[in-house]
């Protein structure tokens, strides 16, 4: 049996999202900012944001390929589009980094108090970016949405997560990232996943 992929994006840079909802989801409204075209006659409609208005710029696209969109919508598996708050994607950042107490984790304060960067030499911070892909293994309501329930008796389901890392980030970056996580200045939107709510 093929796989699943789950696709996850921020909402401000969400062009693959609004793509394959727009295709999928019978009677789906484009958001403001969005507008869609159909670059071939009969063919998949096309969403493109006016603006990337993430934090998580390095991968954003404001329209994905036409290509990759077909591929993805004829995938025999079924793709499952996520798309996250930024605020989610910080979580994930600051957790993979193993930073939730950027106070008191030892590694990072000696790194803060020296001129060394452990994003250039233990490679174990990830950008925004990425982080957006890691976001359901730090949210157990996302983990289960895209992978469904566990029968007793049916084989396990495993979660993959394609970690590129990127070089877009600091001490500084998930600093920042944390004491925004505690600001009033968060998205309040919900998670969507496949035109649903969280």
Not at 44 to 56: G, K, M, V
Not at 62 to 86: C, E, M, N
Not at 143 to 149: F, P
């Amino acid at each position: 049996m093929p796989a699943s992929i789950v696709a996850l994006e921020t909402h401000g840079a969400a062009s693959f999202y609004q793509s394959h909802v727009l295709n999928t989801k019978q009677d789906y409204t484009l958001p403001p900012g969005v507008t869609a075209t159909q670059p071939e006659a009969g063919g998949p409609r096309l969403a493109q944001l006016e603006a990337i208005t993430s934090r998580a710029k390095t991968l954003g696209a404001r329209a994905v390929s036409f290509g990759a969109l077909k591929l993805a919508l004829a995938h025999p598996g079924g793709v499952i589009p996520v798309s996250v708050r930024d605020e989610d994607a910080m979580q994930a950042a600051i957790e993979f980094a193993g930073a939730s107490d950027l106070s008191t984790t030892r590694m990072l304060r000696s790194c803060i108090e020296s001129s060394t960067s452990l994003s250039d030499e233990q490679k174990i911070f990830v950008e925004l970016s990425c982080a957006t892909a890691m976001t359901s293994a730090y949210n157990p309501d996302l983990a289960q949405r895209v992978l469904g329930t566990h029968e007793a008796g049916s084989a396990k389901k495993t979660l993959i997560f394609i970690v590129c890392g990127g070089f877009n980030v600091s001490v500084d970056d998930l600093t920042g990232y944390k004491a925004h996580l505690k600001s009033d200045q968060q998205d309040k939107r919900p998670i969507l996943v496949a035109g649903e709510p969280l």
